[in-house]
């Protein structure tokens, strides 16, 4: 900060924007590589044997050649989560945690990226009910990590010396970009996107960033396009195909006079949609819920080849139910005409083509094709396309049978061990319920005047709504994907009502995974009934903490035995500092063991209790042996005169010389704490490792100083205090730790109401919270984990017992 002036900040501020563009560019480049290969793939898993097999009675043939193909496939999905565990299922939910502030361990390395982006190819090509779109964004949210710090942790030879963005700060934000780069190359809607990283996940946002978001997601939008055009078109330059997920142009026809994309009685149609949906939308969420408690149980504890003979299980039944659904369930109907020229005349040739060169004929006479063949052997996005642009030609049945097995095998699907997406599949489920009940209106209500293009979408936005429970995102990006702003009224409608209706019962399907992870994600808001509550109610009161001048044994120990991120800087009020006297040494602990953990540390605790008991002193060597004191230590008077002229500078030099002991009266546990500020674990492990201390003979001006960039410059991987080579500190050394410290954190007092300690944690991106009574001394810390809905319930129950 301080040698930091305005030139500097200038140049910081045009990195960055540089950098914005670079993660925008790289995303739209990576949807392109998918998008080729993905392709190429698919065509490989539907052969033109299926086809010729409807004369020469090649039916098992057919079958098992696809069968080898959709397991072959998902085989190699799972294989590659098996190498990264992390890049399973659809990433939205990890990327959510690591733009509210949690660290989900390997979710932005560049191995995750390639086993993620492989691993959707190989899914999606298996004929597994996924989609490629949560996977992009989490893939664009890898490369918004990445890319700024020019340099990889799976990759050790590609670093390069970049100053800049060495904080987490820095890499929140832009991991927030790259994520809504992946939503607008996915649906090419950058406004989308840029909603969507606001919606789904940052705690601190500002104007500034949102300019950064949405040049961004544009950066991403117009690589996509330009690249797409010049591949499919030889157009470079024209900029025809915005993004992967195309809905086309809904119009309907000049001839047909009586025709409306949608009218005012529409509305209450979609209304009760919205309903439905939400009550799907629910359902969907709760058997998901159960098979992932059961898989949790029976699964995951059981060796890794279990998840991947799960995945090809669900493979075998996808594959056979599909090919037996198109060969038995399937109605022979008419080609209409009026699929280019009619009621749904679309204005994109490229989309007009796609619909009608996707029909399948299977098993079919001439002049007609198989409907449900149609919807289940072509690609998601062609299938939502003939949904919602061919008139006429699906029945009742079989949009009723379609919608319940792509329900159920969806619902399977999605939590087994391979990289998978809920978006795209959710349309489609919705697409098939909204033509359903647009059959169902003409049919038997009589109402000739409806589009049904606009009711397959509305389905699609209310079960998609019910299962993701977004609103804002979601509305921007269909009606982005869609190019008609009329339809903004009625799609956030139906959202809302979803939204609503869903959450009567259940919470939204990332919200579930995330709480079965245990993980402690911070709502926008807390209750109205918390502010029952106070800082004192919530915080932490058994403290962990260090002196200013500390001795490098009780720094190990302090590290060693605890988990935590941070450690208060305090000093002691001491009645009589004569009574802390005996012999020759200054008694004075530094930590407490904590009597209770939160959560899930107490496992972890015990475990680095248990490797403090191999820690020796003898094995301790001197670092700095010339610094040694080879004199007699001081008589108790002088060294008590020396205590207490440091007694009235800012930071007393209190040398603690015992390892912790859990033997503490009340008063010890308790006792008075002037709190001087914030020190990280990392950068205490970081002055330990290279050497920062000074002997008790000397002042602590002797002590060498680190600059910002080698404290930062291991940053994010920074070294564990349990690969520290201990042979070669001296414990009796001392550490300085005020130059290093955060000496003005946020604060709160302890009769701070809870919802203003929540908004000054979640807007300002905190990690801990010191509580400070009014003479300056600490009482307690408030973290993460002090504020989740689970332990606020908690503590509320336990002040109204009290009462």
Known sequence: ???????????????????????????????????????????????????????????????????????????????????????????????????????????VR???????????????????????????IHSGAVVGAGLPQFQSISLRKIQFNFPYFRSDRDKRDFVSAGAAAGVAAAFGAPIG??????????????????????????????????FRSGIQFGSWGSFQLPGLLNF??????????????????????????????????????????????????????????????????????TTVVVFVASMVLGECRQMSSTSQNGNDTLSLQGVSEDVNSSIKTFFCPNETYNDMATLFFNPQESAILQLFHQDGTFSPVTLSLFFLLYFLLSCWTYGISVPSGLFVPSLLCGAAFGRLVANLLKSYIGLDHIYSGTFALIGAAAFLGGVVRMTISLTVILI????????????????????????????????????????????????????????????????????????????????????????????????????????NQLISNNIKFKKSSILTRAGEQRKRSQSMKSYPSSELRNMCDEHIATEEPPEKEDLLQQMLERRYTPYPNLYPDQSPSEEWTMEERFRPLTFHGLILRSQLVTLLVRGVCYSESQSSASQPRLSHAEMSEDYPRYPDIHDLDLTLLNPRMIVDVTPYMNPSPFAVSPNTHVSQVFNLFRTMGLRHLPVVNAVGEIVGIITRHNLTHEFLQARLRQHYQTI
């Open 480 to 583: 982005e994907s869609t190019n008609e702003i009329t339809y903004g009224l009625p799609i956030m409608i139906t959202l809302m009502v979803a939204k609503w209706t869903g959450d009567f019962f259940n919470k939204g399907i990332y919200d579930i995974h995330v709480n079965l992870r245990g993980v402690p994600l911070l709502e926008w808001e807390t209750e109205v009934e918390m502010d029952k509550l106070r800082a004192s109610d919530i915080m932490e009161p058994n403290l962990t903490y260090v002196y200013p001048h500390t001795r490098i044994q009780s720094l190990v120990s302090i590290l060693r035995t605890t988990v935590h991120h941070a450690f208060p800087v305090v000093t002691e009020n001491r009645g009589n500092e004569r009574e802390f006297m005996k012999g």
């Open 248 to 317: 086309g142009e809904f119009k309907c026809s000049e001839s047909d006079k009586k025709c409306h994309l949608w009218t005012a009685v529409d509305l209450g149609f979609f209304i009760l949609m919205g309903i439905v949906g939400g009550l799907l939308g629910a359902t969907f969420n709760c058997l998901n819920k159960r098979l992932a408690k059961y898989r949790m149980r029976n699964v995951h504890p059981k060796p890794k080849l279990v998840r991947v003979l799960e995945s090809l299980l669900v493979s075998l039944t």
């Open 193 to 226: 996107g840029t909603l969507f990283s606001l919606e789904e996940g940052s705690s601190f946002w500002n104007q500034g960033l949102t300019w950064k978001v949405l040049f961004c997601s544009m950066a991403a939008t117009f690589t996509l396009n330009f």
């Open 110 to 136: 560049l191995r995750t990226v390639v086993c993620k982006a492989m691993g959707v190819l190989f899914s999606v090509a298996g004929g597994l009910f996924v989609g490629k779109e949560g996977p992009m």
């Open 1 to 107: 900060m301080e040698s930091m002036d305005n030139k500097k900040a200038q140049r910081y501020e045009a990195v960055k924007w540089v950098m914005v563009f670079a993660i925008g560019v790289c995303t739209g480049l990576v949807r392109i590589l998918l998008f080729g290969v993905g392709g190429t793939l698919f065509s490989l898993t539907v052969p033109a044997a299926v086809e010729e097999c409807t004369e020469k009675g090649c039916l098992a043939l057919s079958l098992l050649e696809l069968l080898g193909f959709n397991l072959t496939f998902v085989f190699l999905a799972s294989l590659l989560v098996l190498i990264q565990p992390v890049a399973a299922g659809s990433g939205i939910p990890e990327i959510k945690c690591y733009l509210n502030g949690v660290k989900v361990p390997g979710v």
